[in-house]
DNA sequence: CCCCCGGATTGGACGGTACCAATCTGGCAG
DNA sequence: CTGCCAGATTGGTACCGTCCAATCCGGGGG
């Protein structure tokens, strides 16, 4: 039985209803809602609130709430590599290239924010999507909180394996994303003429914390994959 | 006299005190902020939910509130070019390569949500960062809603033109981000050898009514940009 | 010495109310 | 018919209070 908070299942409710509406549909007032509804117009607040950050209405004081247009953009939210491709309706598959521990050295180290000669994980993954290569990953791991993950299954999803087997949860992450020119091996790995461009993300996931969990480099084929992403203006 | 919210002043001094702050320290509790600043446990709150979204600060239930540690990506707001590079201590130029009123066009059109045979306002600019080149920026808005942008002084901030001139603000986008292989046209201007990898960011500006404002397409040198961001998990 | 458990503490959720600021609308004046 | 202004409407800010859930800490038992 999962008790959920009040306000999130209202949420999914008005998503429910405005799913067929067209955009810029107004919703009922804020405190139409709260009556109808039965809850106060503080929770009534909080549901909008969310609904605003996922793009999903927007607010205009004075005029009321609307549906918003749709967005090209979907993963503005952190996701793994499994549920991204299945959000682009493309079936994800993995390839593992290697699995060992070693000494972190000093880039992985001031990425996880440990000692240079600390020990870590390394999970180096050929990512399939349909069938055919779109990206080469390689993972970082500090050792000691995921003692014996190179044993385990590394043939679906990182981040359920770390939930599950070890209780460690990405809540956030920092990504930096550059342009590069594949090396032979990346390009012979991803299955692309030599000389072709990639994008590099490099990623760090954070507990909630904010403590280093992981450190992942990404690299993508640039003719099948892009990133999409919305962002909003922070203080007017 | 502007006179802003308690919430935003609060988070402001908050935002001071904690500045020298090694991370993880703890926030007073929001009681004692409460009853220290006089104002109500709710306007901290509100103040603490602006903290944690910049990625201030984080929040455990039952724990408390800390300073977050410091973060690599500083741009997950959106920003102008003039103001990126001066984040990145760079001295932002323009070079005005074109400004002309054309038909949109089918794909144009599609991203500003406006008919194929509209009237739009191309600025086409070489971006500078410390006098050398830095990316291509090609602009698109609807020719209706700037009238006679074409001649007015385009070697600064479009978006600052934008709103003084005519009243539109931008307050979210979307983007999209691939790597692409430049061509020759782009090489040179770019100044730099044919055949590199560049990267492209598609973005179309929004209103604060979810409407299309413009559409920029920008070609960054890939040896000199990379784009940072941090991106959380939606919903657990 | 370590482990477990219960109470105190802290952030999270929810309720209610009041007033403000931006917007929209309808009616009146021109 | 057009333009403007006053009042109603709507979201935004702020206050109060109550209870819940996760965490932390210290004391007691092993």
């Known amino acids: 039985m999962a008790r959920q908070a009040k306000y999130e299942e209202l949420r999914q409710e ?6 067929g509406s067209a955009p810029h549909t ?6 139409e809602i709260s ?9 009534v607040r909080q549901a909008l609130d969310a609904l605003e950050t996922s793009g999903s209405v927007y607010r205009v004081q004075g005029a009321g709430t609307f549906v918003a247009p749709p967005v090209v953009s979907k993963s503005l939210a952190l996701t793994s590599f499994s549920e991204d ?3 682009r309706d493309l079936v994800p598959a993995s390839r593992l290239l290697a ?17 240079p000669d600390a020990e870590v994980v390394r999970v180096s993954r050929l990512r399939l999507a349909d069938g055919s290569p779109m990206c080469l990953e390689n ?3 500090p050792a000691d909180r995921v003692p014996g993950l190179a044993r385990e299954d590394l043939s679906g999803s990182l981040y359920a394996l770390l939930t599950e087997r070890y209780g460690l949860q990405i809540r956030s992450a920092e ?13 012979a790995l991803l299955g692309v003429p030599v000389g072709v461009s990639g994008l ?22 640039a003719d099948r994959y892009d990133i999409r992403f919305t962002v909003r203006r922070s203080r007017p």
């Open 139 to 141: 993972v970082h791991l």
């Open 175 to 187: 990504q930096v994303v550059r342009a590069v020119d594949l090396d032979e091996t990346e390009s």
């Open 200 to 221: 590099r993300v490099q990623r760090v996931g954070l507990d909630r914390r904010d403590t280093p969990v992981e450190a992942t480099t990404t690299l993508y084929r």
């Open 85 to 87: 491709m299945r959000e």
């Open 35 to 43: 009556a109808r509804h039965g809850v106060s117009r503080n929770t």
């Open 99 to 115: 699995a060992e521990t070693v000494r972190a050295g000093r880039q992985i180290a001031e990425r996880l924010g440990i000692a």
């Open 26 to 31: 107004p919703l009922p007032t804020e405190r």
């Open 14 to 19: 008005l998503l429910a209803e405005m799913a």
